[in-house]
């Protein structure tokens, strides 16, 4: 089983910026994509920025030009560089990973806990 443990939460100003690490550890046989999710209540949650393995990347408009999602591949972690934060950007943070299921040969979605980014105008 693969567990993600997150990183970096905490309140800062408006302007301010925050770094979120998200670390795999457990029975990793393979990582595809990690990213970064936000909730967004009575909905589902929704994208902020994914990577791939490769480094592709994929960001959400409103995060465009502040934040900057990178990885190591080489430890299982994914970062989340967040500069210029707004009040509008206050909210629980959720890493995710897609981790290879061995026995079903299909990538699963696994979960971190989440944590709390509070921006103060």
């Known amino acids: 089983q693969v567990q993600l443990l997150e990183f970096g939460g905490g309140s800062v100003q408006a302007g301010g910026s925050l770094t979120l690490s998200c670390a795999a550890s457990?029975?990793?046989?393979?990582?595809?994509?990690m990213g970064w999710y936000r909730q967004v209540p009575g909905k589902q949650r929704a994208l902020i920025a994914r990577i791939s393995p490769l480094g592709i990347t994929t960001y959400a408009d409103s995060v465009k030009g502040r934040f900057s999602i990178s990885r190591d591949n080489g430890k299982n972690t994914v970062f989340l560089q967040m500069n210029n934060l707004q009040p509008e950007d206050t909210d629980f943070y959720y890493c995710?990973?897609?981790?290879?299921?061995?026995?079903?040969?299909?990538?699963?979605?696994?979960w971190g806990q989440g944590t709390l980014i509070i921006v103060s105008s």
């Open positions: 995710k990973a897609d981790s290879l299921d061995e026995e079903i040969q299909r990538f699963l979605e696994v």
């Open positions: 457990g029975r990793i046989v393979s990582i595809g994509d």
